[in-house]
């Protein structure tokens, strides 16, 4: 067990619906980060917050939006869903937002968009 | 553009021997590796990592190698058990040595250990 939780596991919705995704970080972490596992792109970074602030921006689509509360839980919002967003969504935390900065993975929530 | 690759989709090893898992990057600003480990129905697992300024880090069965010049580095296995059977991937570690970071991952390597 990472420490790091999210929720929901499983989440099957339609096309052009909007979901959230939550994430809790390990105890005392500060950094955030989201990934995108998808069958044909493999994990693919999307977002960084630490301590609140947006940090960094991968590939993140527009339709994607994310942020991080005070309470450091953050959470991620998929808005116009397709097809294509099918995909497994990581969340992970970091103590040290630099280098060296090990980030440790939750579980995933598996979205399917029909 | 895939700026880390994991050109073997899936290895086959028998119990107690080694295993060794292969990583190339292009981009030669990357300066820390990390492995991670996968089984399914879970997020990746921290395995170990290295910086640029080490060539070898080992961690029980676990080693990592580094060649800067080729731009490669090994995850070894050794010895492997059955429980080793899942999926790996390399990642590099991008950011600007401050606050900001972000991992970039190889398609990942299957390994199978067999009893």
């Known amino acids: 067990d990472s420490g790091v939780t999210q929720t929901p596991k499983h989440l099957i919705t339609a096309t052009g619906q909007r979901v959230t995704l939550r994430c809790s970080p390990r105890?005392?972490?500060?950094?955030v980060y989201w990934y995108q596992q998808s069958l044909d792109q493999g994990l693919q970074f999307l977002i960084q917050y630490y301590n609140g602030e947006e940090r960094a921006k991968g590939n993140i689509l527009e339709r994607f939006s994310a942020q991080q509360f005070p309470d450091l839980h953050s959470e991620l919002n998929l808005s116009s869903l397709e097809l294509g967003d099918s995909a497994l969504y990581f969340c992970?935390?970091?103590?040290?937002?630099?280098?060296?900065?090990?980030?440790?993975f939750g579980p995933g929530t598996r979205l399917l968009v029909l | 553009d895939q700026q880390v690759k994991q050109n073997s989709p899936s290895l086959s090893v028998q119990e107690g021997r080694i295993s060794i898992l292969n990583c190339d990057y292009t981009n030669s600003m990357f300066d820390y590796f990390l492995w991670y480990k996968k089984y399914p129905a879970e997020g990746p697992t921290f395995l170990i990592s290295?910086?640029?300024?080490?060539d070898k880090n080992e961690d029980g069965r676990f080693t990592v190698f580094l060649n800067k010049s080729a731009k490669h580095l090994s995850l070894h296995i050794v010895p492997s058990q059955p429980g080793d059977s899942a999926v790996y991937f390399c990642?590099?570690?991008?950011?600007?040595?401050?606050?900001?970071?972000?991992?970039?991952f190889g398609t990942g390597t299957l390994l199978a250990v067999q009893p």
């Open positions: 290295i910086s640029s300024i080490k």
């Open positions: 105890s005392g972490d500060l950094s």
């Open positions: 990642a590099a570690l991008e950011g600007d040595g401050g606050a900001t970071n972000k991992l970039i």
């Open positions: 992970a935390s970091s103590l040290s937002p630099g280098r060296g900065g090990t980030q440790y």
